[in-house]
Structures are given as structure tokens and as C-alpha cells.
């Protein structure tokens, strides 16, 4: 899956991955009703594609490959979300819109606003919890954004690192004497080379908690990667030109260069990428996000760039 993502699928554009992350007390959702992962899944695709369209000031289709995963070292309970998304998208007449984007104070508070009325339409929060997390200064809702694709190698790492499994074989060892297995955290993180037994009975009873449900898909594509978009690439000069090297339908194209006009990369600006997520705050989720915390008045241009 990593090689196909890498060799024949994402175009020869730049990509960011992000990671998302929910609190500990809405964890065990997932655990009890797996449904909700390609759920979560299509609200991060939806809240980086309207962020697009509403910089660029029109309809962007971009591009997302999304990895639910559901564990952390130790194959500890933490679900959250692994996405390669492309950085900006494709206008109505194939020009690329080139936007830049991280792990900004917006996106983090569409994530927590945009998760918190998906667990209220299903009942699955009252009011008072839903007040509550959105008054918290450390909600747990928290994104990570990187490592960036610019080149072939670093398209395939990054490819390879979002499907893999919960525990990596180099990491444990079994002792058949006492029955144990070993397990040794990476050196960087939280653990910093932690080392931790368990009993293999425990050892299996982890790493089974973490086997999807059959017919359930972990790994996710949106957007210009979805099945129905890849069906269109043959006749977009502007997708098939930037398409990787082993893709499928380049064999059965005659010269798949771009039109010398077709080429052509456009950027938004950066204050129209920051107002973007006021606006879209405002106009999704009714959360005033351009009102100085001090006076209530409107921030000004200069005022928003300050508040990176």
C-alpha cells in the first residue's frame, strides 16, 4: 500500500502530513463504535478543503490520503489520524492554486469545533461536556503538521510510515523461559527508549485490540485521489502531466506533457490565508474568531498577522 501511495498515486506536488489527535474522554467512541473512523475521516478532508476554497476565494478541489490508526507505543488505546494533504488544489479550469498551510490556531479550532458538533449531532455528548471541552485551555485536541514531501524519497517514507502496524518486530523480544515479551520504545518521544514486559498472553490480548473489524478500511482517499477523480485524470493535462512516474493511465497516453499554458501555478496570499480561517470560523461553526479578546472590536490586517 505505502509503494502504491508513493509510485502511483500522489502527484509530483508539494504535500504536508498532518496527525490528528481528540481528548482522552472521546477515545473510547472509537474503541465501541469503529464506524466512526472514515467519519472523522471525511471532517478533516472537508475542513482543509473549505479552508482552501475560502482563501482562494473559489471552489478548490484538493487532495487527501487519510490512515486511521488506533495505537500509540506499547500499542496503548490512542486513535487518531494520519493524512498526506496536498498543499492547495486544482480551480475549475485545472490551474494549481498553490496555499500553504500548518498546524495554525485555525485549523486547531476547527478540528476541536468541527469534532465536538459531530459527537453532539449523535447524541454521543450533552451540552454541559460540549461547554465544557470548549472552555478547556488544554482540550486535547491537538494537530501536528511537520514533515513536508518535497521529493521522491521523502514521498515514499512518509508513505510507508502512515500504514504501518501497531508494533514494529524490532522493538520486542519474547523470553521463552518466563514467558515475557519485551518491548523498547524509540529513543525521541514521550518514552525516550522506555523498556517495559509484558506477559505474551497480555503482550497478545494489545495487539489484538488494534485488528479492525472485517471489511472496515483504515486507509482513506479524498478529493483528486478518490476512485471517481482518478477515472478523470486521462483528460486533465494539468493532473496526468503532474502524475508519478508508474501511474496507470500513463501508459496509454501519447505524450503526457503539459500545454505550455496549463503550467501555470497560482499562490494566495498570506493575510488572505489567515482571514480565511476567521471567516470560515464565523461562518461554519458561528465562532467569532477577527474580535480583539480585549475591546471586541474588529482586528485590523497587521493584527491578525501578529497573532501567528
Excluded at 23 to 35: E, G, Q, T, V, W
Excluded at 73 to 95: Q, Y
Excluded at 179 to 192: I, N, P, R
Aim: hydrophobic share 35%.
Amino acid at each position: 500500500m505505502g509503494e502504491y501511495l508513493a509510485d502511483d498515486l500522489l502527484l509530483r506536488l508539494q504535500h504536508r502530513q498532518f496527525v490528528f489527535t481528540i481528548p482522552s474522554m472521546l477515545r473510547a467512541f472509537r474503541k465501541h463504535d469503529r464506524s466512526l473512523y472514515a467519519d472523522l475521516g471525511r471532517l478533516i478532508y472537508e475542513l482543509i478543503s473549505d479552508y482552501y476554497s475560502e482563501a482562494a476565494g473559489r471552489k478548490i478541489i484538493t487532495g487527501m490520503v487519510s490512515s486511521h490508526q488506533t495505537f500509540g507505543e506499547f500499542a496503548v488505546w490512542n486513535p487518531h489520524w494520519h493524512t498526506i494533504v496536498l498543499e492547495g488544489g486544482f480551480d475549475e479550469w485545472d490551474r494549481f492554486v498553490f496555499i500553504p498551510l500548518g498546524a495554525s490556531e485555525g485549523l486547531c479550532r476547527l478540528w476541536r469545533e468541527g469534532v465536538i458538533l459531530f459527537f453532539e449531532d449523535r447524541k454521543l455528548l450533552n451540552n454541559k461536556l460540549a461547554r465544557s471541552l470548549r472552555s478547556w485551555k488544554h482540550s486535547g485536541f491537538s494537530i501536528e503538521s511537520g514533515a513536508r514531501i518535497y521529493d521522491d524519497a521523502s514521498r515514499r517514507d512518509l508513505a510507508q510510515y502512515i500504514i504501518r502496524g501497531p508494533v514494529s518486530l524490532e522493538k520486542v523480544a519474547w523470553n521463552p523461559d518466563q514467558d515475557e515479551v519485551s518491548w523498547t520504545a524509540k529513543e525521541t518521544g514521550q518514552y525516550k527508549g522506555e523498556l517495559r514486559s509484558f506477559e505474551s498472553l497480555e503482550f497478545i490480548a494489545r495487539i489484538t485490540l488494534h485488528i479492525p473489524p472485517k471489511g472496515k478500511q483504515l486507509v482513506r482517499r479524498y478529493g483528486v485521489y478518490s476512485s471517481r477523480e482518478l477515472g478523470t485524470w486521462k483528460e486533465r493535462p494539468a493532473l496526468r502531466g503532474r502524475a508519478p512516474g508508474k501511474w496507470y493511465g500513463r501508459e496509454s497516453i501519447q505524450g503526457d506533457g503539459l500545454p505550455a499554458d496549463s503550467d501555470e501555478t497560482l499562490e494566495v496570499a498570506d493575510l488572505s490565508r489567515r482571514k480565511a480561517w476567521a471567516r470560515l470560523l464565523k461562518k461554519v461553526y458561528e465562532v467569532e474568531a477577527m474580535g480583539c479578546p480585549r475591546c471586541g472590536g474588529d482586528l485590523r490586517g497587521e493584527d491578525i498577522l501578529a497573532r501567528r
